[in-house]
């Protein structure tokens, strides 16, 4: 027996358009019942789940791919969660808490990671897959989670027991209900008299003084990340704390919230920087199904086994498969140095001088084939070297030479357009709909769904994905994308940078790439540059150094180390002062690669 879930992308479903092919070709329709329709109240199609054979012929005929039918066991029926429509996105159970300890709520985007967290923390009363009901009543979760441990706690959230603290996503929505200073702002809300020691920790001095307006996305984030501490609170929730914020700061704020489970409270990070997830949680709840049309969440994991569960795609507790391919971490390509003779583009020592800042970037060359990542520290001149290679920026004292042709992928992208992604991608190559080349670069991202969407109406994610390939499908030498990862999802990330080390060497193309995320620079990099010097002062870029080496040099610098899981390879964190941690930075070999 199966239970039917069938989704509607609202967004993409234009009947104006369409010969309204869903209505026409329902095999149960023809047969005279009404299973498709369309909604004269909101002009879209609308699917009657009970009727619906499952067929999926409506999926195929669909010209703008607005439809989903999925066939789920049917005893999901009977943990359905919150669903909000008809039609509509609907959550599969709920993960358990634990006081203190920090559980990871690793997955997809669009699979219920905000909607777990807006009910957890009682801003959102789930209706138990009742979407027809006006309201719904915490009475009716509570006798659904009846002889569980949930059943007390959503007492204690009905009864206004439990106070919550949230770091929400969209830090920038601040801007809309608060305008002051950083220090204004964390005075307001510091109810357990630490904000002094969370401004020293999070290197916040500087921007406290600041309008909240005028704050980096970083500055931003870490203030919101204190203020959120600030709070007197039971149960602490953090939603993506490691956007904008560079590796220094990222393993800081861990650490903080690390120390805040440790002092008994109960804390929920949605994270996709495994890196720093595997760093921070102590139990992982996997969250899987189809991204937009429905959520599961997975019973609770040790940190290690749940987010091996998600690469492998397979939860074997619960023998259930949600992936059909396995993400694997090749160590001999990771330790291999990059070798060519084909030199690209060399660049001798670069320096650019601003009213308050200066920047000295170290002689350096590219070769064919080559992918160099680049770390370092926020506000130490990475973007500014990048647009120095491209050309977008002339350095005061120094050159490039061997011209080529470079595509540039900035850090902060625009969605300020009505455009529809496939004619902005049409104006850059237009042979995308029949090159070989091209498909690869469309069907690695996944964005062909995305073609009649307008540009403005993109979730992040979308919009970095479209800007990855706007910049691949460019018949250029090579490559330089300035933060790829950012708003990406895990499984994007590890898919997207398998993909660029294939995709620039099989072209025999090169590419430089800034990110953020440790683990992608480990899997994209053949070498390595690394910034130093003082934010916003002055910076410097020494010469790309070979993965190994410059791995070991900046794990130093973090005071970190990284060991090998024995089972998916992939590189995990050592806990600090563990036995791994003290052995391998007692010999120096922090890039731990067995």
């Not at 998600?310 to 949600?322: I, K």
């Not at 140095?337 to 200066?358: G, P, Q, R, V, W």
């Not at 024995?566 to 600090?576: C, H, L």
Request: proline share 3%.
């Amino acid at each position: 027996m199966t239970h039917r879930v069938a989704v509607l992308d609202k967004d993409l479903c234009q009947p104006k358009k369409c010969g309204l092919e869903c209505i026409k070709y329902c095999p149960v329709n023809k047969s005279g019942l009404e299973c498709i329709t369309l909604n004269n109240n909101i002009k879209k199609a609308q699917i009657d789940e009970n009727l619906c054979n499952g067929c999926g012929i409506c999926v195929k005929v669909c010209p703008f791919n607005a439809i989903t039918i999925v066939n789920l066991a049917s005893e999901l029926s009977h943990h359905k969660i919150h669903q909000y429509d008809q039609n509509s996105f609907r959550l599969y159970k709920l993960p358990v808490l634990k006081k203190g300890a920090v559980t990871g709520l690793l997955g997809r985007n669009g699979m219920g990671k905000s909607t777990v967290i807006n009910i957890l923390s009682g801003k959102l009363i789930p209706n138990i897959g009742n979407y027809n009901e006006k309201e719904a009543y915490w009475q009716n979760i509570i006798k659904y989670y009846k002889g569980t441990e949930l059943k007390s706690y959503f007492e204690k959230i009905n009864e206004n027991q439990i106070k919550v603290s949230i770091k929400p996503q969209q830090v920038y929505n601040l801007l809309e209900t608060f305008n002051g200073t950083g220090k204004e702002l964390i005075e307001k809300y510091d109810e357990r008299g630490i904000s002094n020691n969370l401004i020293n920790e999070l290197n916040l001095k500087r921007s406290i003084e600041m309008n909240v307006g005028e704050l980096s996305g970083g500055e931003l984030q870490r203030l919101v990340i204190a203020t959120s501490i600030s709070k007197n609170a039971d149960l602490y929730f953090f939603d993506e704390p490691s956007s904008y914020n560079d590796i220094y700061q990222r393993t800081k704020v861990s650490r903080i919230i690390r120390n805040l489970a440790k002092s008994g409270k109960t804390v929920m990070i949605v994270e996709h920087d495994v890196t720093l997830l595997d760093y921070i949680s102590d139990y992982i709840n996997v969250i899987y199904g189809n991204p937009g049309s429905y959520g599961i969440v997975s019973g609770i994991l040790s940190t290690k086994v749940g987010i091996n569960v998600f690469l492998d795609g397979y939860l074997h507790n619960e023998n259930v498969r949600f992936r059909d391919k396995k993400f694997t971490f090749d160590p001999i390509l990771s330790i291999n140095e990059f070798h060519s003779d084909e030199i690209l583009m060399k660049y001798s020592n670069l320096i650019k001088n601003y009213k308050k800042f200066t920047l000295n970037i170290e002689k350096g060359d590219i070769r064919r084939g080559e992918l160099i990542g680049v770390i370092g520290a926020n506000a130490l001149g990475k973007t500014t070297m990048l647009k120095m290679i491209t050309g977008n920026i002339e350095p005061d004292q120094g050159e490039t030479t061997k011209k080529i042709s470079i595509a540039y992928k900035p850090q902060y992208l625009s969605n300020d357009t009505d455009t529809e992604v496939l004619t902005l991608l049409e104006k850059i190559n237009n042979n995308i709909n029949d090159g070989d080349e091209e498909q690869q670069i469309i069907d690695a991202l996944t964005i062909k769904k995305l073609y009649n969407k307008q540009i403005k109406n993109l979730s992040g994610g979308e919009l970095q994905k479209v800007a990855i390939a706007a910049t691949l499908l460019q018949k250029v030498d090579l490559f330089a994308l300035d933060e790829p990862s950012a708003f990406l999802d895990v499984e994007d990330r590890i898919a997207i940078s398998k993909f660029l080390q294939k995709f620039i060497k099989d072209h025999g193309k090169a590419a430089v790439i800034i990110d953020h995320d440790l683990q992608l620079i480990d899997l994209i990099s053949d070498s390595i540059i690394i910034f130093d010097g003082t934010p916003n002062v002055s910076g410097h870029a020494i010469a790309p150094l070979s993965k190994v080496r410059a791995m070991n040099k900046f794990l130093k610098l973090l005071d970190i180390s990284f060991r090998r899981d024995e089972n998916s390879k992939r590189p995990r964190v050592n806990k600090s002062n563990s036995r791994l941690d003290k052995q391998q930075k007692e010999n120096g070999n922090l890039y731990y690669m067995n």
